[in-house]
């Protein structure tokens, strides 16, 4: 139900002025040459084998495969985001948070602490830095956040066979994922004797979709890992604390008050399995291993799982990778639902305690509504570092020049008469674009020729508003030129 809904939104969402952006350009361009079996991967950015896997189908519909693409992009956002609600309501119930043994309180009430739970999971992933931007312009991690809360659900249904196959999906987005979904495999191997072949088919696929389409595509077997290395001059791995950099954008991705209630959970949940497995230390083996299908166990596991995610990209910005903000959205989801569980359980107790004192219902309700006024007007607004207008425009001129770059080469002859031209140059930022509605590869676009050669034809435009035009023109060359709103072409045909 979560799928189609988000899937409808998605495809809805292309009413709105809709682009990719950089990186979702070259996987697009990609899968285009994966069809016609002729794969170039230098030129752009590092392979990515999850998004591959929908563009390349997607190519199949011409034009259609960039707004295809988006369509899932976003659809897997906001699956993310329902599965954020979904689990954060669950563990909350599953604390004793539910209609059960809720006398006289009408279920809707029962179940409000559930539903805060959830809408605090959900908020937060909306509200986390750049989450919206990057999910309108079609980058793959809201993908691979959904899947990996859709994997921790599979597992909280007992079903680890189906948490390690969702699992595989996101291990092939975020290399990241590989020391996490790895330790699973390695614990379904134990639990499991007959999921082995499973466990070692999906073992070796992983890095074989990884390496084998960058030796096919530039022939060599690791260009992704050193591509992935020389990342953008903005980049965070060039502030002078890079692991520091990224520790604190990780830290800016929740609020104060759900940072409060990730701490509180946490103390009490590590009580709480730490006396279990006290009273049980004769056995060891099997406390552990039922405290990890109990809510406080989870809860422990998410909070842990989601640091260690923060420590894991933040030491990999300081060898050198990027680091970009939206690397950090999985780890996040992790300590979203335990943070937002924190705010559920006590809107619960609260209830129980009004309840004995009024009638059960009305204290419940009562709890609850001061619960949300709390989480709502505590210092700091909940949207404060959402910005909606700063949002707006931004996405809206990216789809200008999608619109006006389609226009401008339609104008110019179509594509086939300004690739006769010539060798094109065009913003660095715009080169997988280009290379898209050129039907060319990436690497056939050049964002800075030699000194001493000017290029045939130049697609030249602003990468945001207010910034300087780009590329230069060089002087003393007789160009024609065609203006379109963003973009300005220049030919100097051979």
């Given at each position: 139900?979560?799928?189609?809904?988000?899937?409808?939104?998605?495809?809805?969402?292309?009413l709105y002025p809709s682009t990719p952006s950089y990186d979702p350009w070259g996987w697009l361009v990609w899968g285009r040459e994966i069809i016609h079996l002729k794969l170039?991967?230098?030129?752009?950015?590092?392979?990515?084998?999850?998004?591959?896997?929908?563009?390349?189908?997607?190519?199949?519909?011409?034009?259609?495969?960039?707004?295809?693409?988006?369509?899932?992009?976003?659809?897997?956002?906001?699956?993310?985001?329902?599965?954020?609600?979904?689990?954060?309501?669950?563990?909350?119930?599953?604390?004793?948070?539910?209609?059960?043994?809720?006398?006289?309180?009408?279920?809707?009430?029962?179940?409000?602490?559930?539903?805060?739970?959830?809408?605090?999971?959900?908020?937060?992933?909306?509200?986390?830095?750049?989450?919206?931007?990057?999910?309108?312009?079609?980058?793959?991690?809201?993908?691979?956040?959904?899947?990996?809360?859709?994997?921790?659900?599979r597992h909280l249904d007992d079903k680890p066979r189906q948490a390690f196959v969702v699992g595989f999906f996101p291990a092939l987005d975020r290399p990241e994922v590989w020391?996490?979904?790895?330790?699973?495999?390695?614990?379904?191997?134990?639990?499991?004797?007959?999921?082995?072949?499973?466990?070692?088919?999906?073992?070796?696929?992983?890095?074989?979709?990884?390496?084998?389409?960058?030796?096919?595509?530039?022939?060599?077997?690791?260009?992704?890992?050193?591509?992935?290395?020389?990342?953008?001059?903005?980049?965070?791995?060039?502030?002078?604390?890079?692991?520091?950099?990224?520790?604190?954008?990780?830290?800016?991705?929740?609020?104060?008050?759900?940072?409060?209630?990730?701490?509180?959970?946490?103390?009490?949940?590590?009580?709480?399995?730490?006396?279990?497995?006290?009273?049980?230390?004769?056995?060891?083996?099997?406390?552990?291993?039922?405290?990890?299908?109990?809510?406080?166990?989870?809860?422990?596991?998410?909070?842990?799982?989601?640091?260690?995610?923060?420590?894991?990209?933040?030491?990999?910005?300081?060898?050198?990778?990027?680091?970009?903000?939206?690397?950090?959205?999985?780890?996040?989801?992790?300590?979203?639902?335990?943070?937002?569980?924190?705010?559920?359980?006590?809107?619960?107790?609260?209830?129980?305690?009004?309840?004995?004192?009024?009638?059960?219902?009305?204290?419940?309700?009562?709890?609850?509504?001061?619960?949300?006024?709390?989480?709502?007007?505590?210092?700091?607004?909940?949207?404060?570092?959402?910005?909606?207008?700063?949002?707006?425009?931004?996405?809206?001129?990216?789809?200008?020049?999608?619109?006006?770059?389609?226009?401008?080469?339609d104008r110019a002859g179509g594509a086939t008469k300004v690739i006769a031209c010539g060798n094109v140059e065009t913003d660095n930022y715009q080169v997988p674009m280009v290379?898209?509605?050129?039907?060319?590869?990436?690497?056939?676009?050049?964002?800075?020729?030699?000194?001493?050669?000017?290029?045939?034809?130049?697609?030249?435009?602003?990468?945001?508003?207010?910034?300087?035009?780009?590329?230069?023109?060089?002087?003393?060359?007789?160009?024609?030129?065609?203006?379109?709103?963003?973009?300005?072409?220049?030919?100097?045909?051979?």
């Amino acid at each position: 139900m979560f799928a189609v809904g988000s899937l409808v939104l998605g495809a809805l969402s292309l009413l709105y002025p809709s682009t990719p952006s950089y990186d979702p350009w070259g996987w697009l361009v990609w899968g285009r040459e994966i069809i016609h079996l002729k794969l170039n991967t230098l030129g752009s950015n590092s392979f990515k084998p999850l998004p591959v896997l929908f563009t390349t189908p997607f190519a199949l519909f011409g034009r259609a495969q960039p707004d295809l693409w988006l369509v899932v992009a976003r659809a897997a956002g906001l699956f993310a985001v329902a599965m954020a609600f979904k689990l954060a309501a669950r563990i909350t119930i599953w604390f004793g948070a539910g209609p059960d043994g809720r006398k006289g309180v009408p279920r809707p009430i029962a179940y409000g602490p559930a539903v805060l739970a959830g809408g605090i999971a959900a908020l937060s992933m909306v509200l986390a830095p750049e989450y919206i931007r990057d999910v309108a312009f079609g980058y793959s991690e809201g993908l691979a956040a959904g899947l990996v809360l859709l994997a921790i659900d599979r597992h909280l249904d007992d079903k680890p066979r189906q948490a390690f196959v969702v699992g595989f999906f996101p291990a092939l987005d975020r290399p990241e994922v590989w020391a996490f979904w790895g330790l699973y495999g390695l614990y379904l191997w134990r639990r499991d004797p007959g999921a082995r072949k499973l466990i070692i088919s999906l073992f070796v696929l992983v890095p074989a979709l990884w390496f084998l389409p960058e030796l096919w595509g530039s022939g060599q077997l690791f260009r992704g890992v050193t591509r992935a290395l020389h990342p953008s001059d903005n980049a965070a791995t060039f502030a002078r604390c890079p692991f520091c950099t990224e520790l604190r954008a990780a830290s800016q991705l929740s609020l104060s008050r759900l940072k409060i209630s990730i701490g509180l959970i946490v103390v009490g949940a590590a009580i709480m399995v730490w006396r279990a497995l006290w009273r049980r230390r004769s056995d060891l083996g099997a406390a552990v291993r039922e405290q990890a299908h109990r809510p406080e166990g989870i809860v422990l596991v998410l909070v842990v799982t989601g640091i260690l995610w923060f420590l894991e990209i933040s030491t990999m910005t300081q060898i050198g990778f990027s680091g970009n903000q939206r690397y950090l959205i999985m780890g996040g989801a992790l300590i979203f639902v335990p943070g937002a569980v924190g705010w559920g359980l006590v809107a619960w107790k609260l209830g129980d305690l009004l309840g004995r004192r009024i009638r059960p219902g009305s204290g419940r309700a009562v709890a609850l509504v001061a619960v949300t006024a709390a989480f709502i007007f505590l210092p700091g607004w909940v949207g404060q570092h959402f910005k909606a207008h700063a949002l707006d425009t931004t996405l809206r001129y990216q789809a200008e020049l999608r619109q006006d770059l389609n226009t401008i080469v339609d104008r110019a002859g179509g594509a086939t008469k300004v690739i006769a031209c010539g060798n094109v140059e065009t913003d660095n930022y715009q080169v997988p674009m280009v290379a898209w509605y050129l039907g060319v590869d990436s690497i056939d676009v050049s964002d800075e020729l030699a000194a001493n050669q000017a290029p045939n034809v130049m697609l030249q435009t602003r990468d945001t508003p207010g910034v300087a035009l780009r590329p230069l023109i060089p002087k003393g060359v007789a160009y024609t030129e065609i203006r379109q709103r963003t973009f300005r072409l220049y030919e100097h045909c051979r």
